[in-house]
């Protein structure tokens, strides 16, 4: 059984900074390509960012420049750096299987709340 577990979220003014973190229990975690997705308010749940294995990454276009995605497989975590954040931004944050045949996990985190607001 698949566990997924994210922090780092919270109340910031436009162009302030965030780190979210996911830790992953219960899979090979390393061998999957591991995302960032987020699901703000009315909208569909998105991938706004990826990160393979060996550590290739990609991102959705409005967050290029200013999100980072990293991960510490020896820690099971994957990271979401998120730079100059804007309103828009603002959503609860998950992470999940990306990028995969058989697409996320069916278990889903409680997510973190990031909210950009002056």
């Known amino acids: 059984q698949v566990q997924l577990v994210e922090s780092g979220g919270g109340l910031v003014q436009p162009g302030g900074s965030l780190r979210l973190s996911c830790t992953a229990s219960g899979t090979i975690y390393s061998l999957y390509t591991m995302g960032w997705y987020r699901q703000a308010p009315g909208k569909q749940r998105e991938l706004v960012a990826s990160i393979s294995p060996g550590g290739s990454t990609d991102y959705v276009d409005s967050v290029k420049g200013r999100f980072t995605i990293s991960r510490d497989n020896a820690k099971n975590t994957v990271y979401l750096q998120m730079n100059s954040l804007k309103p828009e931004d603002t959503a609860i944050y998950y992470c999940?299987?990306?990028?995969?045949?058989?697409?996320?996990?069916?278990?889903w985190g409680q997510g973190t709340q990031v909210t950009v607001s002056s």
């Open positions: 999940n299987r990306a990028r995969n045949l058989y697409g996320p996990w069916n278990t």
